[in-house]
């Protein structure tokens, strides 16, 4: 496969990704969590720099791609981790313990609770949510970025 192509999958790969995205918030009316949107950013990124690396041909660009790619996925392992309850997730769209809380104290941390939060699985496919897909997706888009990265033409 030439160096374009595989920069061609790679950027197109996050775009369908972000694409997907977006169809599940505004066509399935599926919040994202503050989480799901860091996984975004990455993507978008992606998509730049594979316009950019085919205008122009500059050889760093599909590592740059690389990276992207591996931020989101890292992030996408993170949530999945986080929805599954092996590690904590960021305090501001994670559900707190309320061992110890007065009545106030309880209704205050209810009433400040993110709308949607983050270690709540909203959708899943063979027991994967969407986080842990984009974690594994977004992995092997690394790996054409990392090919293109070191092919010649």
Not at 25 to 36: D, E, H, S, T, V
Not at 98 to 125: H, K, T, Y
């Amino acid at each position: 496969m030439s160096r374009k192509t595989l920069i061609l999958l790679a950027a197109g790969g996050s775009a369908a990704l972000l694409l997907g995205a977006w169809a599940f918030q505004y066509i399935g009316g599926l919040a994202p969590c503050k989480m799901c949107i860091w996984q975004r950013y990455p993507h978008g990124a992606a998509v730049l720099i594979g316009a950019l690396a085919l205008a122009t041909g500059w050889r760093l660009l599909p590592w740059a791609g690389a990276l992207a790619a591996l931020t989101t996925s890292g992030v996408g392992f993170f949530h999945a981790g986080v929805e599954q309850g092996w590690w904590e997730g960021p305090t501001t769209c994670t559900s707190g313990p309320i061992g110890g809380l007065s009545a106030e104290q309880l209704m205050e941390q209810i009433m400040n609770a993110p709308l949607v939060r983050c270690d709540e699985i909203p959708w899943q496919m063979l027991g994967i949510s969407m986080a842990g897909w984009n974690g594994l997706i977004s992995l092997a888009l690394a790996l054409l970025w990392l090919l293109a990265a070191t092919r010649r033409s």
